[in-house]
């Protein structure tokens, strides 16, 4: 099993900066893919950004070139840099791990890009 922490959200204005952090429970190099998806209300959950099974990253249009994902290996943790927010990214955003066949998911974290 995989247990995922979630940390960093909040409220900001447009046009600011947020940075998420997930804490995975074991080490990512177990983890075949981990990354970060998000639902906004009414709305389907949806990928943000990704690191796969081969280290390679994928990430949605909407936030290529605003939002840049990272991995900390010795931390366990997956970061996801996120700047030059609009109101369009208010979600609450999911860290997912891939692990042994299974989707695990962390609790949820606000974010809300309001002025």
């Known amino acids: 099993q995989v247990q995922l922490v979630e940390s960093g959200g909040g409220l900001v204005q447009p046009g600011g900066s947020l940075r998420l952090s997930c804490a995975a429970s074991?080490?990512?190099?177990?983890?075949?893919?981990m990354g970060w998806y998000r639902q906004a209300p009414g709305k389907e959950r949806e990928l943000v950004a990704t690191f796969t099974s081969g280290s390679r990253t994928i990430s949605a249009d909407s936030v290529n070139g605003r939002f840049t994902i990272s991995r900390d290996n010795a931390k366990n943790t997956v970061s996801l840099q996120m700047n030059s927010l609009k109101p369009e990214d208010t979600a609450v955003y999911y860290c997912?791990?891939?692990?042994?066949?299974?989707?695990?998911w962390g609790q949820g974290t606000q974010v809300t890009v309001s002025s």
């Open positions: 074991r080490s990512i190099f177990t983890i075949n893919a």
């Open positions: 997912s791990a891939s692990y042994t066949g299974r989707d695990y």
